[in-house]
């Protein structure tokens, strides 16, 4: 069974950070591209930042220069280093792992940013 589970997320004030990470089981991580995509109140989902299996990344505008998506295949985990958060950032972020036709999902953790 597949199970992709976020955490890290919390209410923080406007120029703080946060960490969150995803813990993967069930796949073979190193062989998976991932990715932190978010959805706030309205919106649709979008992508954040991905990581290619060869540790590429890219990253949707609004974030480059503040989060930085790494990954630890020995710990099955990626991760998502949130820095100068702007009120903007405030959504349900969701980790996701994808590898040919299959794709998989977390059940998203909440940040909020607002003072």
């Known amino acids: 069974q597949v199970q992709l589970v976020e955490s890290g997320g919390g209410l923080v004030q406007p120029g703080g950070s946060l960490r969150l990470s995803c813990a993967a089981s069930?796949?073979?991580?190193?062989?998976?591209?991932m990715g932190w995509y978010r959805q706030a109140p309205g919106k649709q989902r979008e992508l954040v930042a991905a990581?290619?299996?060869?540790?590429?990344?890219n990253y949707v505008d609004s974030v480059k220069g503040r989060f930085t998506i790494s990954r630890d295949n020995a710990k099955n985990t990626v991760y998502l280093q949130m820095n100068s958060l702007k009120p903007e950032d405030t959504a349900v972020y969701y980790c996701?792992?994808?590898?040919?036709?299959?794709?998989?999902w977390g059940q998203g953790t909440q940040v909020t940013v607002s003072s």
């Open positions: 069930g796949i073979i991580f190193r062989a998976y591209a």
């Open positions: 996701n792992a994808v590898r040919g036709g299959s794709t998989f």
């Open positions: 990581i290619g299996s060869g540790g590429i990344t």
